[in-house]
């Protein structure tokens, strides 16, 4: 009877577990934000300037009496056009959510800027705050410091080296010279879930929190598809051989740091031997399933923890323990 009812226990902890990833947002990303630039559904209501610092710091402020402490800093049209007499400004638009209109705007020298931004702290990564911010905050964010990244990064043409010059209201930036148009560049990367059984593959690098491990991982090189890639990154990564009929989509993720997108596989391994590459990871070795659950249901310690919450490879690992 007890043992039965702690198999009960665990199977609606499993439930509760799945149920929570079904619920989860993708961080990074806003569905829900209309991008397109056609014009043809006007926004009448207030338009919103995320300022982005040196063209890859975000600023934040603390929030009073609300359940997220920190909240993005946002500037109004007036107080956009009062800074254009200050200094030359980068806007780009990012889309339209709620009735609001956003705007991205680089800040090249926060010390013009005065008392407007009195509170604000500027920073450099994201995931620094996530915790105590709403995910769609989060989220526009992202997308501002990644539009003007590229920016800051596109100023001369690769063909001419004339200066290049936003065009597409912010989305893209053309060569005053030979004409050239280019858009904000994306490096996609595979993350990979490897399973053998109950048991899962999982890596660690020596500059991760004490006790991090992970999902394996790295960037699609040229001339391979994604399924290509899973397969050498995991060979590169721990020797471990799989069988490439079993590679399966889960899903994808931004991860604008500066402008990746992570897109999540599960995989079979076809054996558990282990010849770790010491100049790619720390560490590589199997987890059991039962002792991941064990140690997650404890919030993990610097034995044993995984990616936040925001982290695609954290959803993956908690949808794979809850099957």
């Not at 680089?106 to 009195?118: K, Q, Y």
């Not at 995910?135 to 410091?145: G, I, K, N, P, T």
Request: aromatic share 8%.
């Amino acid at each position: 009877m007890i043992a039965f009812a702690n198999e009960l226990g665990a199977a609606h902890a499993r439930t509760l577990v799945k149920a929570a990833c079904s619920a989860q947002r993708v961080f990074f990303s806003v569905p829900e934000m209309d991008r397109s630039l056609d014009g043809s559904n006007p926004v009448e209501g207030k338009e919103v300037y995320v300022p982005i610092v040196d063209g890859s710091l975000n600023l934040i402020k603390e929030g009073a009496g609300t359940t997220r402490s920190r909240l993005p800093v946002m500037l109004d049209r007036g107080q956009v056009e009062r800074f254009k007499g200050i200094s030359k400004l980068e806007i780009a638009r990012l889309g339209d959510l709620d009735g609001t209109r956003y705007f991205a705007v680089d800040l090249p020298h926060r010390e013009l800027f005065g008392s407007v931004l009195d509170g604000a702290k500027a920073v450099s990564r994201i995931p620094l705050i996530v915790e105590d911010m709403d995910e769609r905050h989060v989220a526009v964010l992202s997308y501002a410091r990644g539009l003007m990244w590229f920016h800051r990064n596109t100023r001369f043409c690769t063909m001419c080296g004339s200066t290049m010059n936003s065009v597409n209201e912010g989305r893209g930036r053309a060569c005053g010279g030979c004409e050239k148009t280019v858009y904000p560049r994306i490096d996609p990367a595979v993350i990979t879930l490897v399973a053998n059984g109950n048991k899962c593959l999982l890596g660690r690098k020596a500059s991760w929190p004490k006790g991090r491990y992970s999902l394996l991982a790295g960037f699609a090189e040229v001339g391979e598809t994604l399924e290509d890639t899973v397969y050498r990154e995991v060979k590169e990564e721990s020797g471990v051989d799989i069988d490439r009929n079993s590679v399966k989509y889960h899903s994808s993720q931004p991860w604008p740091f500066p402008r990746s997108l992570m897109i999540g596989f599960s995989v079979n391994a076809l054996s558990t031997k282990i010849e770790l590459d010491e100049n790619e990871l720390e560490d590589v070795r199997w987890f059991d399933k039962e002792f991941i659950r064990a140690r997650l249901r404890l919030g993990g310690n610097e034995e044993f923890n995984i990616p936040p919450k925001y982290a695609l490879a954290n959803r993956m690992i908690s949808e794979w323990i809850a099957e």
